[in-house]
T-cell receptor, first 113, second 116 residues
């Protein structure tokens, strides 16, 4: 069974810093990997989706990389802002059945003004 | 595009009440919908998968008689928590996708259920 782990569990940085969030998964046979943002008490906002054939995806200040063979992905946030404070989740779909998502444990990010 | 609407966003009710949560795909036909549960400071855990017109598939440990799922059309799935108790208090989120494996899931905004 796929297991998804995120390190660190929590991170506090001063505004303006660049930062990296890590995601690892045990089964490298994946279709894609997705990064989400979740604000407290809210649903999920999809940030980036990387297909298994891709190495990275960029959207604004966000850059996500994928190394399928080693079972790792990183989310790089440049020039962090207080509005980036949220929990960041990575997720991978199962290859069988309905392709539901396995979610990581999340990284709670706090950007200090 | 690809908007999923979940209603209600918050429910507070007494123990023993049954609560229905709706999940609608507004601008696409969802062949599959998923229901997840999230306890405080934990990640999302899949409860069940539903395909339009067929019975839902429940994950191990999820009581199908407790959490009734109906997926009557390609744009609507409902989750009914029957005879809810305080331990059912949680954040419930649905997602919907069209097509198979490579297609992304689109998430609703979630429902905060609090049972007194």
């Amino acid at each position: 069974k796929q297991e998804v782990t995120q390190i660190p569990a929590a991170l506090s940085v001063p505004e303006g810093e660049n930062l990296v969030l890590n995601c690892s998964f045990t089964d490298s046979a994946i279709y894609n990997l997705q990064w989400f943002r979740q604000d407290p008490g809210k649903g999920l906002t999809s940030l980036l989706l990387i297909q298994s054939s891709q190495r990275e995806q960029t959207s604004g200040r966000l850059n996500a990389s994928l190394d399928k063979s080693s079972g790792r992905s990183t989310l790089y946030i440049a020039a962090s802002q207080p509005g980036d404070s949220a929990t960041y989740l990575c997720a991978v779909p199962t290859l069988t059945g309905a392709n539901n998502l396995f979610f990581g444990t999340g990284t709670r990010l706090t950007v200090i003004p | 595009g690809a908007v999923v609407s979940q209603h209600p966003s918050r429910v507070i009710c007494k123990s023993g009440t049954s609560v229905k949560i709706e999940c609608r795909s507004l601008d696409f036909q969802a062949t599959t919908m998923f229901w997840y549960r999230q306890f405080p400071k934990q990640s999302l855990m899949l409860m069940a998968t539903s395909n339009e017109g067929s019975k839902a598939t429940y994950e191990q440990g999820v009581e199908k008689d407790k959490f009734l799922i109906n997926h009557a059309s390609l744009t609507l799935s409902t989750l009914t928590v029957t005879s809810a108790h305080p331990e059912d208090s949680s954040f419930y989120i649905c997602s919907a996708k069209m097509g198979g494996g490579n297609q992304p899931q689109h998430f609703g905004d979630g429902t905060r259920l609090s049972i007194l």
